[in-house]
């Protein structure tokens, strides 16, 4: 079944094999991965794992990536739905870019996209995020879309042998709507993967 949301300049869809090189080009550069316990790539194996990876979990209801493909300049990086929990209507949000696409306004209208697949169409009450607190750029940019910063998870994540804290963020449901993200248009292709609703 396809799924897609489509904004002002951007998709956001299902990763394909046919991704592989794309995201081998984005990912290859150790700039970009810095701040994951993964990466950078360095072969055309590991965007075709990760890519297979991805649809055992959303078929499983798990885990939900998405490419991020800007519609004039192609592939961008992957924005997804995490940690989600449908009893309690909340998920968390992870995104990373090429580094061409940093500061260009992608990451807002991607954050505008997932928030609305989130709360809009599978029934969300929170999203979250996270970042290293070491991350500056990411801090800022989750500020500035109007996720609270909540406090700091200790040795929440462990980044090769090191023991790494979290800022932790979110936004409510009733925020989103008030806020300038949700006034982002949308369009909705298909239908989004079922097992991602909340009750």
């Known amino acids: 079944m396809r799924f897609a949301l489509h904004g002002p300049t951007l998709t956001l869809r299902p990763p394909e094999p046919s991704d592989a090189r794309a995201l081998l080009d984005l990912a290859s550069e150790p700039e970009v991965t810095r701040w994951f316990s993964w990466g950078p790539y360095t072969s055309i194996e590991q965007p ?5 990876h991805c ?30 929990s449908l009893r309690d209507a909340r998920c968390m949000v992870g995104t990373w870019f090429g580094r061409a696409f940093w500061g260009t306004g992608a990451n807002r209208e991607s954050k505008a996209l997932i928030a609305h697949l989130a709360f809009e169409l599978l029934g ?3 999203l979250g995020s996270y970042s290293n607190p070491a ?8 500020l500035g879309l109007g996720f609270s910063h909540e406090g700091v998870l200790r040795h929440w994540h462990r980044h090769g042998s090191a023991w790494v804290d979290v800022n932790v963020f979110g936004i409510l449901r009733d925020e989103w709507a008030a806020g300038d993200l949700a006034q982002v248009p949308v369009r909705l292709d298909g239908a ?3 097992g991602f609703a909340a009750g």
């Open 48 to 52: 075709r794992a990760y890519i297979e």
């Open 55 to 84: 649809a055992g979990q959303r078929e499983r209801g798990e885990h939900l990536d998405l490419l991020i493909v800007h519609r004039e300049l192609g592939p961008a990086g992957i924005t997804g739905l995490n940690e989600l």
């Open 124 to 126: 969300m009450h929170r």
């Open 135 to 142: 991350n500056e750029r990411s801090t800022r940019a989750l």
């Open 192 to 194: 989004p993967p079922a």
